[in-house]
């Protein structure tokens, strides 16, 4: 044993041993995501080793831009990553404070909440088919209590234009992130300063403005960003909960990735490379926001 041995301190400087440690899965990360980027990027503007040599080009770009499938795609990626990040921020919120409520039973329900999170979000669309669909337990459920005449005439909430059903499925995985990431915020001591507030006089809306809220802020926004990020850019819960048209943009880039015709791979790279620098534009408004909201 060493005990008496006094510790030699490092002569690195802490920026390059910080670099050192992360180097073993920033290597993965800039071969893996930053090879098949920079491939993406080249087949966009149309690198085809395997067709005729042509110079670069941004049609698939424009083809893109004037193609009214890919516009509608856009508008149904927005629209279902926009309302399952409300739904997920709102619910998750509502749970996180539900259990922060409770006394006894509160690391039973904190458990609870962390059940669906190491499912894949493959099995969560799945469940979702057999709740939903109108061959699932709910239809049956409903149709066995009177209120339609059939299943076949339960509201279609899978496959449907809205998008429903991809819907409810990032809500029942997301939700419960958030709340955890919430939950976690409101454990750093903010029971402490409501009871520093409730002395002082302060209203119940008042230590919700002036407590709760700026504690709450930078984990809400946070998880919100990265639900946002994440709902933008998934692609197996569209595939199996959406229609073939419209589709989310990573559906369509995965449809056209697969055409026989390799004239439309500069199409699928193409979008692809803008779902990508969606999901990357999310990722600095998170890195500002949580800059901004820890000032």
Known sequence: MALGVATRPSRLPRGLRVALLLAPALTVVVVLFGGGFVQAVAQSIGYQPFLPA????????????????VRASVGITLRVATVSTLAAAVLGVAAALFVRSLCRTRRAFAALLQVTLPLPHAVAALAMILLLSQSGALSRA????????????????????????????????????????????????????????????????????HVLVPVLAPALGAASVLVFAFT????????????????????????????????????AMAIAVLTTLLVGACAVAYLALSDRLRR
């Open 142 to 209: 409903v149709s066995t209590l009177g209120w339609v005449d059939a299943p076949v005439d339960f509201p279609v909430l899978t496959q449907d234009a809205f998008g429903w059903g991809i819907i409810a499925s990032y809500v029942w995985k997301e939700a419960p992130f958030v709340a955890v990431v919430v939950l976690a915020a409101l454990s750093s001591g903010v029971a402490e300063l409501e009871d520093a507030a409730r002395a002082l006089g302060a209203s119940a809306w008042q230590r919700l403005r």
């Open 232 to 267: 933008l850019g998934s692609y197996e819960v569209p595939f199996l909960l959406g229609r073939p048209f419209p589709a989310t943009l990573p559906v369509v880039a995965y449809q056209q990735f697969r055409d026989p015709d390799l004239a439309a791979r500069p199409l």
């Open 54 to 69: 042509r110079g670069p080009s941004l049609d698939a770009y424009r083809t893109v831009w004037a193609d009214p499938a």
